[in-house]
């Protein structure tokens, strides 16, 4: 990732972008484009198919800036195949809506906590080592499933881990950029968005394994899930560890 910083005598209103970076070396090469000037927020994806763009820059409404931190937050969670795989992975042995739900509860209040003290500098991390630490959770995650049959105690080690994840979902944050006036309000709803894409999937994944725990074979398919789990787990800490 690399930032640009222009500063101008006076103020820009609009001006067009050239990108042309590695096209002719990685013709599927992709760039995420993010462009903040005060409240500004702007985001778009660029690519071979589209090297050029406008941009005019206007200071939206509070409403408008907190939306788009909103949608940011979904965005990335259903981007985010290692936080998802992790919810995958806790709620296989999950055998009532009830203990689901109180997994889910404490992965959201644990990763609150982290994202809010990380993102506003309040605790100090290493982005290189909490990325190498998701999955390890994921990892370890997947071997107790082999071994555990019940979710009863499960929220505990979920609270843990929650905690970790929250400090990658600051370090995502924190390559866009936070407006300085209005970082909570902006931190809250990129929160929302984080959960509103996990209940989204939950909501979606859940009454399909409830009905699949109705088979007798359910427990070996869930130890076959939970090995091809680990595997890519461990794949992921090995790339992320260099």
């Known amino acids: 990732m690399f930032k640009l910083r ?6 820009i209103e609009q001006f067009n972008l050239h990108y042309n970076l590695m096209f ?3 013709p599927l090469h992709t760039n995420v484009l993010l462009v903040n000037s005060g409240e500004y927020f702007y985001q778009n994806i660029l690519d071979t198919k589209k090297r050029d763009v406008q941009i005019t820059i206007t200071q939206p ?11 940011l937050g979904i965005e990335h969670i259903l981007n985010g195949y290692d936080h998802l ?3 995958l992975s806790l709620v296989l042995i999950a055998s009532r809506f009830k203990d689901a739900l109180k997994i889910v509860t404490a992965f959201t209040i644990a990763h609150s906590i982290t994202l809010f003290l990380v993102a506003t500098d309040r605790i100090q991390v290493s982005s290189h080592w ?3 630490l998701i999955p390890l959770t994921i990892c370890y995650v997947a071997v107790e499933n082999m071994f555990v049959q019940k979710a ?4 505990q080690l979920t609270t843990l881990f929650g905690l970790i994840h929250g400090m990658g979902f600051a370090g995502a944050l924190a390559e866009t950029g936070l407006p300085k006036s209005n970082l909570i309000g902006s931190l809250l709803t990129f929160n929302l968005g984080v959960e509103a894409g996990q209940l989204m999937i ?3 994944l859940l009454p399909f394994l409830l009905w699949l725990r109705r088979f007798p074979w359910y427990r070996k398919m869930m130890i076959s899930t939970s090995c091809l789990i680990f595997v890519l787990g461990f794949y992921w800490l090995i ?4």
């Open 85 to 87: 795989l992790f919810l």
């Open 152 to 155: 009863k105690w499960r929220w």
């Open 24 to 26: 002719e070396d990685a």
């Open 202 to 204: 939950l909501c979606l």
């Open 239 to 242: 790339l992320r560890l260099q």
């Open 130 to 132: 909490v990325e190498a």
């Open 61 to 71: 409404e509070s409403e408008s800036v907190l939306w788009k931190y909103f949608v």
């Open 6 to 11: 222009l500063t101008a005598d006076e103020a």
